[in-house]
């Protein structure tokens, strides 16, 4: 009788303990979907800080003929206007960083970045200083 017992109480523990190994690996897939969720948030608003920030260049472009020589700039035509930070996690924290360079190219220290070459094609462009991936694959200067 007593060892029936304890088989039983044998297979009890060893039921509880696949219940609670379940239970862990459930949770930490549904930790990873989370995850992947907030980083495809911190995404789509880098990506809208981006479109905000080259349609305000176009406006500017607009009325002045030309590019402003720095990115900054355009905060200095409205209080409205406030160029946001970025993100991108896990690469960049959120940082106002905005770097000005020759050429389209990056050199990776987050935020954004600003050509400001007037005899390269790529003049006035604004993209994300960042060399590494989203979630989708697409590197993310090249947005």
């Not at 907030?38 to 080259?54: D, K, M």
């Amino acid at each position: 009788m007593l060892k029936r017992s304890l088989q039983v109480l044998g297979w009890a523990a060893a039921f509880i303990a696949i219940g609670v190994g379940l239970v862990f690996l459930l949770s930490g897939r549904a930790l990873e979907s989370l995850q992947a969720k907030q980083r495809r948030v911190h995404e789509v608003n880098a990506e809208i800080s981006l479109a905000w920030i080259r349609t305000e260049l176009k406006s500017y472009e607009a009325e002045h003929d030309h590019f402003p020589e720095r990115l900054e700039q355009l905060q200095t035509l409205s209080s409205a206007l406030k160029i946001p930070d970025v993100a991108i996690p896990p690469y960049h924290p959120p940082a106002h960083i905005i770097t000005s360079v020759q050429h389209l190219e990056s050199n990776d220290a987050g935020g954004f970045g600003y050509v400001v070459n007037k005899k390269d094609k790529n003049y006035g462009r604004v993209f994300i200083n960042c060399t590494h991936p989203d979630s989708r694959g697409a590197t993310w200067m090249t947005k």
